[in-house]
Structures are given as structure tokens and as C-alpha cells.
């Protein structure tokens, strides 16, 4: 379950963030911007990142605030699941990331995997939606709903992308590597290899 304190001050956030964008009135821009500030306080005081980071974080989001997307491709082999290795914390994670204007989620999942592992998929179905804050990953300063495509390998070989990734192979479910839970959990993981097993189960989602 989220945190409290990171759900007001994300809420808090949301609601500064539609306030700048469409109010035209300056004393009511001005207190949406003492929200904003309030919201850069409650992040800083509870974790470890400083407040003006923060603040270019907020700042850089404008308009009406929208759950960001993050989409990640499910490709089995031999019964074992495509992971590659982060190069930001050195742990594995399903390739994807975050979702690019102008590319559908199919069209993302085959771009990430491409990227990531080396290897040209065509994407099959889709296996769940999920909302970030039911799971158990670190706390984020974004709302952050997750859509895992699974594709099957049409080509190519495994490659590591070297700004990204460091290493990519498969793994079985009881030989699971150290995960980059900021990415996906282990959960996650076997709700996927239950969906391997089962076929017909039906699309997962929060």
C-alpha cells in the first residue's frame, strides 16, 4: 500500500500542476505555487533526494497531471523469461520503459526490447495494467500505471545496450536473479510465468 505522506504529497503536486497551468488570476497562481512548494517539502523531508532536484522534477511537468506509462515486453524461451540487467543499480528487470509520444504500446514494447536485449519481437497480447502503488515497489514522486505485452522473438540476438543495460539472458522461475524492483517485482513476475502456464487466463489489471 502507498505511503500516506507520499500520496498527499503527490496529490498535492497534481493539483498545483493544474492550478498553474489554467489559472490566470495571480493570487490564485500564487498559492498553487505555495502548494507546489508544500508538496517539494513533504517529498524532501521523507527521502534522501534534495528539495531542488525535486523541484526541477515538479516544475518540469505542466498541464492537467495524468499517471505516467510504463510498458514492459514479456518474451519466454524454453520456458525461461527475457531479463536484462540495469545498468543504474547493477539488478534485472523485463525490457521496457517509460512510453514515448506518438508510439502505441505495441509499437513501445517492440522498440524497448529492441533496445534493451537485442532482439526483434512481435508483440502477441496483452497480459495485465497495473497501478504502481499496489505493489511493492520503492516509493516515486509519479503516479505510474505498468502494461506488460507479451512477444514472441521474430529475430536478432541478445546485445546489451550499453547506456542502459549490461547484460541480458533468461531465467527460469526458481533461478530468478536479483530484481530491480523499482522496475518489477517478484510478483510480478510469477503472475506473469501464470499466465505462461495458463494461457487462458485473462487480463490482470488494478
Not at 42 to 60: C, D, G, N, P
Not at 161 to 180: I, K, M, Q, R, Y
Request: one cysteine or more; aromatic letters at 10%.
Amino acid at each position: 500500500m502507498q505511503l500516506k505522506w507520499l500520496e498527499w504529497a503527490k496529490q498535492m503536486q497534481a493539483i498545483s500542476q493544474a492550478g498553474l497551468e489554467y489559472s490566470r488570476d495571480v493570487y490564485d497562481i500564487e498559492r498553487f505555487q505555495q502548494l507546489r512548494e508544500l508538496s517539494i517539502e513533504i517529498m524532501q523531508q521523507y527521502t534522501e533526494v534534495e528539495s531542488e532536484q525535486i523541484r526541477e522534477l515538479f516544475a518540469a511537468e505542466t498541464g492537467y497531471a495524468t499517471p505516467k506509462v510504463d510498458v514492459r515486453g514479456v518474451v519466454f524461451r524454453d520456458n525461461k523469461i527475457l531479463m536484462v540487467k540495469e545498468k543504474i543499480d547493477g539488478h534485472w528487470s523485463l525490457p521496457g520503459g517509460w512510453a514515448d509520444i506518438g508510439l502505441s504500446p505495441k509499437e513501445i514494447a517492440i522498440k524497448e526490447v529492441r533496445e534493451e536485449s537485442g532482439y526483434i519481437v512481435e508483440p502477441i497480447r496483452l497480459l495485465g495494467v497495473l497501478d504502481k502503488k499496489f505493489h511493492a515497489h520503492p516509493p516515486s514522486p509519479w503516479h505510474v500505471y505498468k502494461i506488460f505485452i507479451l512477444c514472441e522473438i521474430a529475430g536478432g540476438e541478445a546485445t546489451t545496450n550499453t547506456t542502459e543495460t549490461t547484460e541480458v539472458g533468461f531465467f527460469a522461475e526458481d533461478a530468478l536473479p536479483p530484481l530491480s524492483v523499482e522496475r518489477n517485482t517478484e510478483q510480478q513476475i510469477r503472475t506473469l510465468f501464470e499466465h505462461l502456464r495458463n494461457p487462458q487466463l485473462p487480463v490482470f489489471c488494478d
